[in-house]
């Protein structure tokens, strides 16, 4: 457990891992393979399966893919840990009430994963006080990882209160944090910093909208006899499953500015910021309220050679009207955000 707080504050980053499926919606377990493997070799230091990217519909009974691809996904991150001696933190995605999501943590747990990504989306009408028990109960299998979900996509609000007091349970390693809201992102970081317990529990960013600004920022708050200074350690989030060197990179060079450089590029930095939010929205299919945001992942995949195809396993969603054009265009407007010459370097090693 030292292990893996000490790795999450130091700070990583986390790509919400895709679902790789054949044209005929089954599970492609070599490419999903390799997309595990691109992950490690782009400098990942964790990854999340079972997460929004992989498709919640894996947990369907007819479906039957959630304890199967975390077991690939497990298999195939020891084996480049063997190949490497690098460490790669390995969350579970963990959602539903309070019964299927201890189902699924002891599942994660039995199969070896570190933390449980726990999604509290399904309790929407849930008090205080029932969500913090509903916790507590799925702390006591797994270590979690706090998820602050925006509600455009399935989440509710979570007030500072609440933050407050789930970080008084003892098994929490870390929180992402992904209102894509200032005001409530900062609800989180305050309630970190009044618990004292910044140097236990690690901050990562899931606002896409706000990437190089969350990893960037500082929040300080000042009592009578001290101050206590948090930040986001890194990020855990669906953009970071494609163009993953790139994210490696981002965050070595944020890193950099801030614990060695005295901050002296950050405002080179801080200029691609709106350069990364345009493709973000792009590829999330903002405009539509995310509705191919899944499917403009792929696409990128895809055109790496990652994928065989853009499918999900609902056969009605895929990219929206305009949403491949927008992918053209930041492909052309941005070229330095990509990683393809790193794919096309690895890929024949990680498809085979």
């Given at each position: 457990m030292k292990m893996i707080r000490e790795i999450l504050l130091e700070g990583i980053v986390i790509p919400a891992h895709p679902l790789a499926l054949t044209r005929d919606l089954k599970l492609d377990e070599r490419r999903q393979k390799a997309l595990t493997r691109y992950y490690c070799h782009a400098g990942s230091g964790g990854i999340a399966v079972g997460v929004h990217t992989t498709q919640f519909a894996i947990r369907e009974p007819k479906i039957g893919l959630f304890e199967p691809v975390l077991q690939l996904a497990m298999a195939t991150a020891r084996s480049f840990e063997a190949e490497s001696g690098k460490r790669i933190v390995k969350i579970a995605g963990v959602c539903g009430a309070t019964a299927q999501a201890a189902g699924e943590a002891m599942l994660a747990r039995d199969i070896g994963y570190d933390a449980g990504l726990l999604s509290l989306a399904a309790l929407r009408d849930a008090t205080n006080n029932e969500l913090i028990e509903h916790c507590r109960r799925v702390a006591e299998i797994i270590p979690i990882f706090g998820f602050y979900l925006q509600p455009a996509v399935g989440g509710r609000l979570l007030d500072f209160s609440f933050w407050r007091e789930f970080l008084e349970i003892e098994n929490v390693v870390a929180i992402k944090v992904a209102p894509f809201n200032r005001y409530q992102t900062l609800d989180v970081a305050r309630a970190l910093a009044e618990s004292g317990r910044h140097n236990e529990v690690a901050l990562y960013t899931g606002n896409d909208d706000n990437i190089v600004a969350d990893l960037l920022s500082e929040f300080r708050f000042n009592k009578p006899d001290k101050s206590i200074t948090v930040d986001f350690a890194g990020?855990?989030?669906?953009?970071?499953?494609?163009?993953?060197?790139?994210?490696?990179?981002?965050?070595?060079?944020?890193?950099?500015?801030?614990?060695?450089?005295?901050?002296?590029?950050?405002?080179?930095?801080?200029?691609?910021?709106?350069?990364?939010?345009?493709?973000?929205?792009?590829?999330?299919?903002?405009?539509?309220?995310f509705a191919g945001c899944i499917a403009g992942l792929h696409e990128v995949l895809r055109r790496q050679g990652l994928m065989a195809g853009r499918q999900c396993l609902d056969p009605n969603e895929d990219l929206s009207p305009g949403q491949m054009e927008e992918i053209d265009r930041i492909y052309s407007t941005y070229p330095h955000l990509n990683d393809d010459e790193f794919v096309a370097q690895g890929i024949e090693q990680w498809l085979g």
């Open positions: 990020g855990l989030l669906g953009h970071w499953a494609v163009w993953t060197r790139r994210a490696v990179q981002l965050l070595e060079s944020i890193r950099q500015c801030k614990k060695k450089n005295g901050g002296a590029n950050a405002f080179s930095i801080l200029a691609g910021s709106a350069e990364i939010t345009d493709s973000n929205a792009v590829l999330f299919d903002a405009k539509n309220n």
